[in-house]
């Protein structure tokens, strides 16, 4: 999955991990897990790490090139 669709899943009202997550607390009586969106800098992070785990195993240099770009230069 592509972290685009992941993102799309946390941050429209609606989205399906959101949706789940506080449809389970619900049934649990608690209080919606996720009422929020993801601010830009959550985003990139959450980014970033889908970006190492999806491309791994990665050398140290790879790994300090992708730390180290841009994010017009990760896609």
């Keep these: ?3 685009g669709q992941c993102r799309q899943g946390w941050r429209r009202p ?11 607390n619900r049934a649990m009586g ?3 897990l996720y009422p ?3 601010t830009a800098p959550v ?3 959450l980014a970033f790490v ?3 785990v ?6 140290t240099e790879e790994q300090r090139a ?10």
């Design 36 to 38: 929020f969106t993801i």
């Design 50 to 52: 889908h970006d190492i």
């Design 43 to 45: 985003q990139r992070k």
């Design 1 to 3: 999955m592509h972290v």
């Design 54 to 59: 999806t491309r791994a195993p990665l050398t």
């Design 14 to 24: 609606g989205g399906w991990l959101s949706r789940g997550f506080n449809r389970i």
């Design 66 to 75: 992708l730390a180290l770009a841009t994010p017009e230069e990760r896609a």
């Design 30 to 32: 608690l209080s919606d």
